[in-house]
Each structure stands twice: as structure tokens, then as C-alpha cells.
Nanobody, 119 residues
């Protein structure tokens, strides 16, 4: 059984900061990428940021320079530091854990955490 648990969402004023955390636990091996996606009402889920096991990162253009993703491989944990938040960052944020198992791949998702930025 694998669990992916996010924390750290909430309500913040524009210009403020939040830090999201996501921990994967259970029978999970060979994690490759860990990342954050978000989905606003009426919109498709989109990639926010992703980090490889080697520390290579990529970000959505809309968050570059404001968000920072980091990872603790020993704890199977990924973080998202969000600064200079804007109302358009309001969404449910989901953690994704991607890895390999045998000859195949897997994806696990967290339950989502709400981030609301007021203007």
C-alpha cells in the first residue's frame, strides 16, 4: 500500500507565501520524478513544477521565479515554496510521484490541497 499525503495549503493574501509538503510512504521504490500539479475550477490539471531524483527541475512559465521545488530523497518528500502568490495561483494542488517498477512505470497522486489567494 502506498500513501501520498500533501499538507500546507490554505488561504493567503496576494503577495504572500505558502509552503506545500508531500510525503510518499509504504511499499514504494525507485522513485524518479516528484512533482506538483494544480487544477483550478473549470480548468485542466497542469504541471506546476517537477524535480528528478538527481535534482533537475522544471517549472511552468507562470511560476518561474516565484516557486521553488525541492526534494528530500531519504524521506521520499517533496516541497513547493510559493512566494509572491497571485490570485490566479488559486487551485487545488496535487502531488505526483512517478517511478519504475520492474519493466513498468507507476504514478501515485495525493488527495490534493487547496490553495486560495485573495486579492
Amino acid at each position: 500500500q502506498v500513501q501520498v499525503v500533501e499538507s500546507g495549503g490554505g488561504l493567503v493574501q496576494a503577495g504572500g507565501s505558502l509552503r506545500l509538503s508531500c510525503a510518499a510512504s509504504g511499499r514504494i521504490f525507485s522513485i524518479r520524478n516528484m512533482g506538483w500539479y494544480r487544477q483550478a475550477p473549470g480548468e485542466q490539471r497542469e504541471l506546476v513544477a517537477r524535480i528528478t531524483s538527481g535534482g533537475i527541475t522544471n517549472y511552468a512559465d507562470s511560476v518561474k521565479g516565484r516557486f521553488t521545488i525541492s526534494r528530500d530523497n531519504a524521506k521520499n518528500t517533496v516541497y513547493l515554496q510559493m512566494n509572491s502568490l497571485k490570485p490566479e495561483d488559486t487551485a487545488v494542488y496535487y502531488c505526483n510521484v512517478h517511478g519504475t517498477r520492474g519493466l513498468g512505470e507507476y504514478d501515485y497522486w495525493g488527495q490534493g490541497t487547496q490553495v486560495t489567494v485573495s486579492s
